[in-house]
């Protein structure tokens, strides 16, 4: 562009933002309803996609409650079996990529309790 060019696309410029100031110092009454409670728009629209997004997960979440409720019997007798989570050292996995999780010999649970079960950090 020619200097001439952009000396007149200043002078446009100027003119609109001097035209265009009175019209946005004129801002209209907030409307009734969520900004009276004080909610910015970023509120207003994280709300509304909390709650779309809700609606989405929500067939999954029953479903998984569903599958939780018929699986809590098995679960509990899971639990009755291992007994104590103390009981059994950190899982460990293979190179293969299995996880082994070996079950503390009697021995090894005498020398926890006569160490009093503290948890080394």
């Excluded at 969520?34 to 910015?40: A, N």
């Excluded at 059994?88 to 005498?110: Q, S």
């Excluded at 020398?111 to 009093?116: N, T, V, Y």
Aim: overall charge negative; glycine content about 4%.
């Amino acid at each position: 562009m020619c200097p001439a060019h952009i000396a007149v696309m200043k002078r446009v410029i100027a003119a609109f933002c001097l035209f265009a100031m009175p019209a946005l110092a004129e801002t209209p009454a907030p409307p009734v309803g969520d900004v009276d409670r004080g909610l910015s728009l970023m509120e207003q629209g994280a709300q509304l996609l909390f709650q779309h997004m809700m609606k989405q997960v929500e067939p999954s979440l029953q479903d998984m409650t569903d599958a939780l409720k018929q699986a809590q019997p098995k679960i509990m007798d899971l639990m009755a079996m291992m007994g104590d989570i103390q009981n059994f050292h950190a899982p460990m996995v293979l190179p293969n990529g299995d996880i082994l999780i070996r079950r503390k010999t009697p021995a090894e649970l005498k020398l926890q309790e006569l160490q009093g079960n503290e948890t080394e950090l």
